[in-house]
């Protein structure tokens, strides 16, 4: 374990404190697996997954015994909750899988209450096996936010498979590896950011969306966090 490893697991250690200073009462944690968000002994979160605990376990068998078991199985996106009824929701990596995000944002403003808490980290492209992907722009978003009939499922998982799996643009391989994971139901990241496009995204989430909230503490991607971490508060 090298010098730099330590500082830099020290450092988020101090900055999971500085975001979950934010969480109070109830909530959620969307997608979690086997990687708890912290929070306080007295905040009560359920775990939210698409898959139940069987499923989780066949897709990731290297984590085996490791993953959280769900407690409610809900579409990341369609959270099955009363409007107003939650403090926070915890969304950690899970924005980029999400096909339409603006409306994710959208549901998960929803559910939290006055005072309600996001939590959103969202891995910067440039540290990451999504380097070579093209930055999807505030404007294809607002695009397929408004014309979801235009929405090309088979386009994203293309762009997946030869830019993080390597298959040639154009190839029998590239294909077929998109058949695969498009039968599989394969969790992509459909969407890919750096955090100046996240802070994009928020502003326009409160400018051209109308949601009422601010944040209140954004961390910037680094050598040690290769994401940005968010806490949005809802007013």
């Given at each position: 374990?090298?010098?730099?490893?330590?500082?830099?697991?020290?450092?988020?250690?101090?900055?999971?404190?500085?975001?979950?200073?934010?969480?109070?009462?109830?909530?959620?944690?969307?997608?979690?697996?086997?990687?708890?968000?912290?929070?306080?002994?007295?905040?009560?979160?359920?775990?939210?997954?698409?898959?139940?605990?069987?499923?989780?376990?066949?897709?990731?068998?290297?984590?085996?015994?490791?993953?959280?078991?769900?407690?409610?199985?809900?579409?990341?996106?369609?959270?099955?909750?009363?409007?107003?009824?939650?403090?926070?929701?915890?969304?950690?990596?899970?924005?980029?899988?999400m096909p339409f995000p603006l409306a994710s944002l959208r549901g998960w403003y929803r559910v939290l209450g006055a005072g309600g808490v996001l939590i959103?980290?969202?891995?910067?492209?440039?540290?990451?096996?999504?380097?070579?992907?093209?930055?999807?722009?505030?404007?294809?978003?607002?695009?397929?936010?408004?014309?979801?009939?235009?929405?090309?499922?088979?386009?994203?998982?293309?762009?997946?498979?030869?830019?993080?799996?390597?298959?040639?643009?154009?190839?029998?391989?590239?294909?077929?590896?998109?058949?695969?994971?498009?039968?599989?139901?394969?969790?992509?990241?459909?969407?890919?950011?750096?955090?100046?496009?996240?802070?994009?995204?928020?502003?326009?989430?409160?400018?051209?969306?109308?949601?009422?909230?601010?944040?209140?503490?954004?961390?910037?991607?680094?050598?040690?966090?290769?994401?940005?971490?968010?806490?949005?508060?809802?007013?």
């Open positions: 374990m090298t010098a730099k490893w330590k500082k830099g697991a020290a450092l988020r250690w101090v900055e999971n404190k500085r975001l979950g200073r934010h969480l109070r009462g109830r909530g959620v944690e969307i997608g979690a697996l086997w990687r708890r968000f912290p929070v306080a002994a007295r905040c009560v979160v359920w775990y939210v997954d698409r898959h139940p605990l069987s499923d989780l376990r066949r897709e990731y068998p290297e984590l085996g015994q490791q993953l959280i078991s769900p407690d409610v199985l809900a579409d990341a996106g369609q959270l099955p909750f009363a409007g107003g009824s939650l403090n926070f929701v915890v969304a950690s990596h899970v924005l980029e899988h959103l980290k969202v891995p910067d492209k440039r540290y990451t096996f999504d380097a070579k992907r093209g930055r999807s722009t505030l404007q294809h978003l607002v695009e397929e936010d408004r014309h979801p009939e235009t929405f090309d499922q088979r386009a994203h998982f293309r762009d997946w498979v030869e830019h993080v799996g390597g298959r040639a643009p154009g190839s029998e391989a590239l294909e077929q590896e998109t058949n695969r994971l498009m039968d599989l139901d394969y969790s992509i990241h459909y969407h890919v950011w750096t955090d100046e496009d996240v802070r994009e995204i928020i502003d326009y989430t409160r400018t051209g969306m109308g949601l009422n909230w601010r944040p209140v503490l954004f961390l910037g991607a680094h050598f040690y966090r290769k994401e940005c971490a968010v806490a949005l508060q809802r007013g």
